[in-house]
């Protein structure tokens, strides 16, 4: 009887041990998973504003090339537009949700076990540290949920922004493309007919600069206030 009594003791103490070990690791791979989503979303946040300041950049030769269009042609181009600048700020919206840590709370096992279980046993002390750590797996899995979901439709956007984009960049290529570059020419309207103009060019004196202070008008030279003829 009191050998089977210690190896049940034995057995349930490597149980216990078994299933704090597992726990543990969950609790772990929650921690890992956190982690992962965090630099996600400091990723998405970076490309994003990347993407978004060069769609700024690019805003001025956007117009410019849309200029001569037709006018159907430019709203549909403006459209696109604000619309990719829109998803592009929901995408830094949903993002910067992980960030706000007063919406995320994550719980870890209470150190006090230590000091109020301390005349307790092992298997006592280990029993209760399990159920921690149930509790601590269950609501940190929310919270991570929760983090995911915020990513992920932060990436759906993202991605719906930049097919926009590359949409914006397709047309406009085709554009410049197919655009006919005209030779600009002059035209003058209500020309004026100048008559005699070759007797008109003959009366007119020729004036020479041959140094500085020095004129020659036809047969007279000024120079400095003197005249020589």
Do not use: W
């Not at 704090?20 to 400091?42: M, V």
């Not at 992920?152 to 554009?175: D, E, P, R």
């Amino acid at each position: 009887m009191t050998v089977f009594s210690t190896l049940s003791s034995k057995t349930d103490s490597e149980k216990i041990i078994s299933h704090k070990e597992f726990l543990k690791s969950a609790i772990d791979e929650e921690n890992n998973r956190l982690s992962l989503i965090e630099n996600k979303t400091s990723q998405i946040i970076s490309q994003t504003s990347i993407v978004f300041s060069l769609l700024g950049l690019f805003m001025p030769i956007i117009i410019d090339k849309t200029g001569e269009t037709n006018i159907y042609i430019k709203v549909a181009i403006i459209f696109l537009v604000l619309i990719a600048f829109i998803f592009y700020l929901l995408t830094i919206n949903n993002a910067l949700k992980n960030f706000n840590i007063n919406k995320f709370s994550y719980s870890v096992p209470t150190p006090e076990n230590v000091l109020t279980l301390q005349n307790n046993t092992v298997e006592e002390f280990n029993s209760e540290l399990i159920r921690d750590y149930l509790y601590c797996i269950n609501k940190n899995i929310v919270t991570n949920n929760r983090k995911a979901t915020n990513l992920l439709h932060s990436h759906n956007t993202f991605k719906f922004a930049n097919l926009i984009t590359g949409l914006i960049v397709v047309f406009l290529s085709v554009m410049i493309l197919f655009s006919k570059n005209d030779d600009p020419k002059i035209h003058i309207e209500k020309a004026v007919k100048i008559d005699k103009l070759d007797s008109i060019i003959r009366t007119i004196k020729p004036i020479f600069i041959i140094q500085q202070d020095t004129v020659v008008v036809r047969d007279t030279i000024y120079l400095k206030n003197n005249k020589i003829k």
